[in-house]
């Protein structure tokens, strides 16, 4: 009996042997699966993170590439614009350089257009002192330097006319004309 109560004893330690590695391995596997679980998750969220801040930066390159457009876009504009305003100052300086040799002409048309008038009064003003002139050339003379006055007179009032017109202190007020009746 005590043998079999050694055999049945050790029979019993080694199935408590065997139960304990038993229950070993299983709180092994529950450890492992829990920390297996545990880095899952770990993973999971990390993978959230990810993605979120993956779709943010996708955002924010949207944004940043919609401002690239717009930009190109203004820049275009600016562009077009600096182009246009390049073209109308580069008219307009050959405007003013016209306006400027038209200008020249005319100050030299007008000089001479002076000229003649006076020459003629100043002429015939000195004609005039002659003691030895008779009075129907005195006269004559006289009548001369009065129609010389009348054109300079007309000359300054033409010059003057013109001149308020460029400045745009008289308003052109535009009517029909019969050019024939005129000329005639």
Do not use: W
Request: with cysteine.
């Amino acid at each position: 009996k005590e043998l079999n109560l050694i055999k049945q004893q050790k029979r019993n330690a080694v199935y408590a042997e065997k139960v304990k590695r038993r229950e070993m391995f299983i709180l092994l596997i529950i450890i492992v699966l829990l920390i297996s679980l545990i880095a899952l998750s770990l993973l999971f969220r990390l993978y959230q993170s990810k993605n979120k801040i993956n779709t943010e930066l996708n955002q924010k390159n949207k944004e940043v590439n919609l401002q690239k457009e717009l930009l190109a876009k203004h820049k275009e504009i600016l562009e077009e614009t600096v182009e246009k305003r390049t073209r109308e100052l580069v008219v307009e300086k050959a405007k003013a350089v016209e306006s400027e040799k038209l200008k020249t002409a005319f100050l030299n048309n007008i000089s001479h257009e002076f000229r003649t008038p006076l020459n003629g009064i100043l002429g015939f003003s000195s004609l005039l002192v002659d003691p030895e002139l008779d009075e129907e050339a005195r006269n004559e003379y006289a009548n001369i330097i009065k129609t010389s006055c009348d054109h300079l007179l007309n000359i300054v009032d033409d010059t003057i006319e013109i001149s308020e017109v460029h400045s745009n202190q008289v308003k052109i007020s535009k009517t029909p004309a019969n050019i024939t009746a005129i000329i005639e």
